[in-house]
């Protein structure tokens, strides 16, 4: 690589593609992104700025404005609302020794060629392959053309409808959820009428009554498919390019590029993520207090403070994401880059919230760098924290490649009720943990040290006698979670995980199959188990004694030892009353 570089800067609506496309182009040395703006007037005013105030060697000049021809208008309705397209004509009249590159969804050849007209140096798709994109923009960057395989077959003139279905509006969230929800429940029937089908091919092995009966699901499932296709189809959801409809239904006559599907399932993968993530921050906003029943090491912490860290936290995981979306990582490949891609936010989350260069001294009056020592602890923290968060496969293959999460005993598809709920409690947990994780090695080695008390603890924490306190209480929480509270719940196939709620931290549990586990148990867990099963063995049994053996005492007292009494009684009455009559006389 030669020592020229680069300074750009990124005009796109989309708030996840912008920072996923700025967190990939960071890793590069001779690509330096100095702004990034949602609306094409916004960056022309950072441009006016830029060039009026430009000094060479304080403020070199932008060499690149990297841009998508479909903008979003403006929030401000005071700013001027330009399109991608009239965008590019004002940088062209503006700034002519400007490059520009336009990273954009499919268009039409006009469109395409009117973007050229404009001053356009570069084209290529969302989702072009990162070797072609990252040679792309520095040949536009050097004042080159780059055309990504440009030709008129490969981006056929849309009709009328398509073109109606490409609306310049952010894709409501709510949409997204009804869209996903027509797109699961007809691939539902379709793969239950593909099921059907298969029995009724090898009719020999089917008696007539089944024969018949799957013939009537057969004709029911077709039924219901063209019900809903009525229904639902003139009022289906627009998401314009973000929607399978337009990769399935439009162009169904010729065969899409995987450029185009690849954007299309991206797009509508980031909405949820984007609404996901909305969700998450907002319940950060509320009440923090542990409700859990459960210590947490963040629980020593301010509010502030623990806010901060679920904050960074939850930066670093969506950093994670995006890093990992960017580097065309497989299916097949992510389960065995979980445990890293935490150890990844885990030190990330430390530097975030310590800083670099946070110092503290101890009792020798000799400067200690916090962010070192705490990263020390990282094996420990893996055992102890890192490895031990589940689900976080779940959601990542989820999150990154649309794939269905299994709730309860059914797998339901991006973008639902259920899917969202699921993905919701396992990202909150996620969280907890990981901030978690940060605070041990906090607590470990820098307890007790003065500046970090009246930095991070709660005023009812900081006195020597109930830090440790704390501190015992969580060695207790994990000595019983080991031993005890973790056999338990892989015995009875469930996760428990920490949950953000209004009022604050709560546990919930959810059923997860936990086989594997339960093979791999020895020792004291193990007993422990045996113990549970030794008590559904003999628990009801004994209760079923005691209640009969119960019963047959209250029989014995009430019936037998209670009438013999009552005889008694009333023979004593009797002769009471005998006497009486008689002393009378």
């Not at 609302?81 to 400007?98: A, I, S, V």
């Not at 996903?180 to 029937?189: A, D, E, H, L, T």
């Not at 031993?483 to 009875?492: Q, R, S």
Request: hydrophobic letters at 40%.
């Amino acid at each position: 690589m030669s020592d020229e570089s680069f300074r750009l800067i990124l005009v796109d609506s989309d708030r996840i593609f912008r920072m996923g496309m700025r967190a990939w182009l960071d890793q590069f040395p001779d690509l330096q992104v100095v702004a990034e703006f949602d609306a094409a007037a916004t960056a022309l005013l950072f441009l006016e700025s830029q060039i009026a105030e430009r000094s060479p060697d304080i403020n070199p000049r932008i060499n690149l404005v990297i841009t998508d021809l479909l903008l979003k208008p403006a929030n401000n309705s005071t700013t001027q609302n330009l399109t991608g397209l009239d965008f590019c004509q004002q940088l062209r009249q503006l700034y002519p020794d400007l490059a520009i590159f336009a990273l954009s969804s499919p268009q039409s050849p006009k469109v395409i060629t009117a973007a050229l007209k404009a001053g356009v140096h570069g084209y290529c798709l969302k989702g072009t392959i990162a070797d072609e994109l990252l040679t792309a923009i520095r040949e536009v960057a050097r004042g080159n053309l780059y055309l990504s395989n440009y030709s008129g077959d490969r981006y056929p003139e849309p009709s009328p409808r398509l073109t109606a279905n490409l609306p310049n509006q952010t894709v409501r969230v709510v949409d997204v959820i009804k869209h996903n929800f027509y797109i699961s429940g007809i691939q539902r029937i379709d793969q239950q009428l593909q099921n059907v089908r298969a029995s009724l091919e090898n009719p020999q092995m089917l008696g007539r009554l089944n024969q018949v009966v799957l013939e009537g699901q057969a004709r029911e499932l077709r039924a219901a498919r063209w019900l809903i296709g009525q229904m639902w189809g003139d009022r289906r959801v627009d998401i314009g390019a973000n929607s399978s409809d337009y990769v399935g239904s439009e162009i169904s006559n010729r065969q899409p590029t995987a450029s185009i599907t690849t954007v299309a399932t991206n797009t509508n993968v980031l909405s949820i993520q984007a609404s996901l993530w909305d969700r998450e921050i907002a319940k950060i906003q509320n009440n923090l207090a542990n409700f859990s029943k459960t210590p947490l090491e963040i629980d020593i912490l301010k509010e502030e403070k623990k806010r901060e860290l679920l904050y960074i936290a939850l930066r670093q995981i969506e950093q994670s994401l995006t890093d990992l979306r960017f580097s065309q990582i497989q299916p097949s490949q992510l389960e065995a880059r979980i445990s890293e891609v935490l150890r990844y936010i885990w030190r990330a989350t430390i530097v975030d919230f310590f800083g670099k260069y946070y110092f503290v001294r101890d009792r020798d009056n000799l400067q200690i760098n916090v962010m070192e020592v705490l990263l020390k602890d990282e094996a420990i923290a893996k055992i102890e924290f890192l490895d031990k968060i589940p689900q976080v496969y779940e959601l990542f293959s989820h999150l990154l490649f649309g794939t269905e999460i299994a709730v309860s005993n059914s797998r339901v598809a991006i973008g639902s009720v259920e899917a969202m709920q699921r993905g919701e409690i396992i990202l909150d947990n996620l969280i907890v943990q990981i901030a978690n994780a940060v605070i041990q090695p906090l607590l470990n080695n820098f307890g007790d040290f003065e500046e970090i008390k009246q930095s991070f603890y709660r005023y009812n924490l900081m006195a020597t006698r109930e830090i440790e306190k704390f501190r015992n209480n969580l060695s207790w929480k994990y000595r019983l979670e080991k031993y005890v509270i973790e056999p338990k719940l892989i015995f009875e196939s469930r996760h428990v995980l920490f949950c953000l709620t209004d009022s604050g931290i709560k546990q919930t549990s959810i059923y997860v199959p936990r086989t594997q586990e339960l093979q791999q148990l020895e020792g004291v867990q193990l007993t422990v188990t045996l113990a549970l099963e030794l008590q559904d063995a003999i628990a009801p049994r004994l209760k079923s004694a005691i209640a009969l053996i119960g019963s047959g005492f209250v029989y014995v007292l009430t019936n037998v030892i209670g009438r013999g009494l009552g005889l008694i009684g009333r023979g004593v009455l009797q002769g009471i009353g005998n006497a009486w009559q008689d002393s009378r006389k």
